[in-house]
């Protein structure tokens, strides 16, 4: 078994920051579907702006275009900031070789577009 990229949502903008929540990372669910992304599940967040990386888990945002953190993520960014949101999977030594990611780009409002 190797460990592969799953899917990632590239250039997505922090749209808030709530210090005082448990932790997280809150993501439009319209995004969350597009790149598998299930409640609960743990990302890895790469915040291109500051280069600070982090893990931790996705929830689903209720107003469209939103990238929340969470908590002690919260303190890793500040507003606007650029980042890449990962996960990752388990895949067979035989399909590894050949696997694709799903990658989803986002403009500046969170909202998906075509590869640039």
């Known amino acids: 078994m190797r460990i592969m990229l799953k899917s990632k949502i590239h250039c997505a ?6 210090v005082d929540y448990e932790g997280s990372i809150t993501i439009d669910q319209k995004l969350m579907k597009m790149a598998d992304i299930l409640p609960n599940e743990q990302v890895q967040v790469l915040n291109i702006t500051n280069g600070a990386r982090f893990t931790t888990y996705a929830i689903r945002a209720k107003k469209a275009g939103t990238i929340e953190l969470n908590g002690a993520a919260a303190r890793l960014a500040v507003r606007g900031d650029t980042i890449i949101i990962l996960t990752y999977s388990y895949v067979d030594e035989d399909r590894a070789r050949g696997f694709t990611p799903t990658v989803i780009y986002v403009d500046e409002h969170n909202a998906m577009m075509n590869r640039k």
């Open 13 to 18: 903008r922090v749209t808030n920051l709530n």
